[in-house]
């Protein structure tokens, strides 16, 4: 069975660092493309980023870019998400997705990815 868990949200105010994980089992993590998502109050969800099976690939989203930085380590099982310099419109529910692929491709849109998290709430403060 297939697990993917969130962890390290919190409440934080704006200008603080967060880093977010993601420990995914019940599948080969190796072989798999992980995404961040995030859907803020009143929002849709959003990709934040995302990277390759083989960890030579990355997405950000414009208002990350520069901030965000995402990261897996295959022999924890784990996909990382380190944010420094959070603003407020960085708040809402964080999510972790999965998607086996053998493809060089990186998607960047929710629809490609299979095994989603429960979600890891993200409060900014002004």
């Known amino acids: 069975q297939v697990s993917v868990v969130e962890s390290g949200g919190g409440l934080v105010q704006a200008g603080d660092s967060l880093t977010l994980s993601c420990k995914v089992s019940?599948?080969?993590?190796?072989?798999?493309?992980m995404g961040w998502f995030r859907q803020g109050p009143g929002k849709e969800r959003e990709s934040v980023s995302c990277?390759?099976?083989?960890?030579?690939?990355?997405y950000y989203s414009d208002s990350v870019k520069g901030r965000f930085t995402i990261s897996r380590d295959n022999a924890k099982n784990t996909l990382y998400l380190q944010m420094n310099n959070l603003k407020s419109a960085d708040t809402g529910m964080y999510y972790c997705?999965?998607?086996?692929?053998?493809?060089?491709?990186?998607?960047?849109?929710?629809?490609?990815?299979?095994?989603w998290g429960r979600g890891i709430q993200v409060v900014v403060s002004p």
């Open positions: 019940g599948l080969t993590f190796d072989d798999y493309a």
């Open positions: 997705a999965a998607e086996r692929t053998t493809s060089d491709s990186l998607y960047s849109g929710g629809w490609y990815f299979g095994y």
């Open positions: 990277l390759s099976w083989k960890g030579d690939s990355t």
